[in-house]
């Protein structure tokens, strides 16, 4: 026990005594500046500076961009650039499927590649009803006078019609005969309409020309997309007058009348309406005569 008792004086005495740190002059040894030191005071001062800077440097790790200088620590900038980047992917998905979507359907109205459950009613004229009920049918003095205007404007122009969503009366594309009807059991998804070789063919609406190719089968084709989904097919044309991204105009000449492709069989149009993906029949809304 007294051995014990020993040991643990001569520790602490080797912790407390004091030691004398002097900084002299190398040349003339004067005395600078001196320190009384002691094994204890030494090691609570070193690791405290030690503690100091383990926090320090956390400090500077967490919350300067000196942390991306370390391996195995991202950038900001470039964590930045991932997620604009991942945003950009997602947009570029939903873009490639919609445009997947749109080529399915150009390719449908090409081919006539669609089954006969597929085809959903006309839901053009079935869109544009409006409840008679729900309208305020009494004119008043300034619609009266737009009207007026209106007409007088449009009494002898060629391209601009009234052509009203509730009706949905396109423009002919020609005056002919239908030598064809509209059959989506037999996979006929147009009318065939006679006419002399080189009449001219016109818009059925405003749009913008999305197709104006050659192709073996159907000949000339010209595939315009209007409003609301609507698409309009002119095949076996003689010639094409537009082109394709060309922006055309109800009742403006887009093709002349012609006998092209393998499966023609005579001078004539062939004339589709597409909504949406879908056939409709043209007949509901084109008057040929």
């Given at each position: 026990?007294?051995?014990?008792?020993?040991?643990?004086?001569?520790?602490?005495?080797?912790?407390?005594?004091?030691?004398?740190?002097?900084?002299?002059?190398?040349?003339?040894?004067?005395?600078?500046?001196?320190?009384?030191?002691?094994?204890?005071?030494?090691?609570v001062t070193g690791t405290l500076c030690?503690?100091?800077?383990?926090?320090?440097?956390?400090?500077?790790?967490?919350?300067?961009?000196?942390?991306?200088?370390?391996?195995?620590?991202?950038?900001?900038?470039l964590k930045k650039q991932a997620t604009?980047?991942?945003?950009?992917?997602?947009?570029?998905?939903?873009?490639?499927?919609?445009?997947?979507?749109?080529?399915?359907?150009?390719?449908?109205?090409?081919?006539?590649?669609?089954?006969?459950?597929?085809?959903?009613?006309?839901?053009?004229?079935?869109?544009?009803?409006?409840?008679?009920?729900?309208?305020?049918?009494?004119?008043?003095?300034?619609?009266?006078?737009?009207?007026?205007?209106?007409?007088?404007?449009?009494?002898?122009?060629?391209?601009?019609?009234?052509?009203?969503?509730?009706?949905?009366?396109?423009?002919?594309?020609?005056?002919?005969?239908?030598?064809?009807?509209?059959?989506?059991?037999?996979?006929?998804?147009?009318?065939?309409?006679?006419?002399?070789?080189?009449?001219?063919?016109?818009?059925?609406?405003?749009g913008i020309v999305i197709f104006a190719?050659?192709?073996?089968?159907?000949?000339?084709?010209?595939?315009?997309?209007?409003?609301?989904?609507?698409?309009?097919?002119?095949?076996?044309?003689?010639?094409?007058?537009?082109?394709?991204?060309?922006?055309?105009?109800?009742?403006?000449?887009?093709?002349?009348?012609?006998?092209?492709?393998?499966?023609?069989?005579?001078?004539?149009?062939?004339?589709?309406?597409?909504?949406?993906?879908?056939?409709?029949?043209?007949?509901?809304?084109?008057?040929?005569?």
């Amino acid at each position: 026990m007294a051995t014990k008792t020993k040991k643990r004086k001569e520790i602490k005495r080797k912790l407390l005594h004091k030691y004398r740190l002097v900084i002299l002059n190398e040349s003339t040894f004067e005395e600078k500046i001196s320190f009384k030191l002691s094994r204890l005071n030494v090691f609570v001062t070193g690791t405290l500076c030690i503690i100091g800077l383990i926090g320090l440097t956390t400090l500077l790790i967490a919350f300067t961009p000196l942390r991306e200088y370390i391996p195995g620590y991202s950038s900001t900038k470039l964590k930045k650039q991932a997620t604009e980047l991942t945003y950009k992917t997602d947009s570029l998905v939903n873009v490639l499927n919609y445009t997947n979507k749109y080529i399915d359907n150009i390719r449908k109205v090409l081919s006539g590649d669609l089954e006969n459950s597929e085809i959903n009613r006309d839901s053009v004229f079935e869109r544009f009803k409006i409840d008679p009920s729900t309208v305020d049918l009494n004119p008043i003095k300034e619609d009266s006078v737009l009207r007026a205007e209106v007409a007088l404007e449009d009494k002898y122009n060629l391209f601009e019609r009234n052509i009203t969503k509730t009706d949905l009366i396109l423009f002919p594309p020609i005056s002919g005969v239908v030598s064809q009807m509209y059959d989506p059991e037999k996979r006929h998804y147009a009318v065939d309409v006679t006419a002399v070789t080189d009449t001219p063919v016109k818009a059925v609406a405003k749009g913008i020309v999305i197709f104006a190719e050659w192709t073996a089968d159907t000949g000339y084709v010209m595939i315009i997309e209007h409003e609301e989904g609507l698409l309009s097919v002119y095949k076996h044309n003689g010639s094409l007058s537009k082109s394709q991204g060309d922006v055309v105009r109800a009742g403006e000449v887009i093709a002349s009348v012609g006998n092209t492709g393998e499966f023609t069989t005579g001078p004539h149009l062939h004339f589709e309406l597409w909504d949406d993906g879908n056939p409709v029949n043209p007949l509901d809304f084109v008057d040929f005569k």
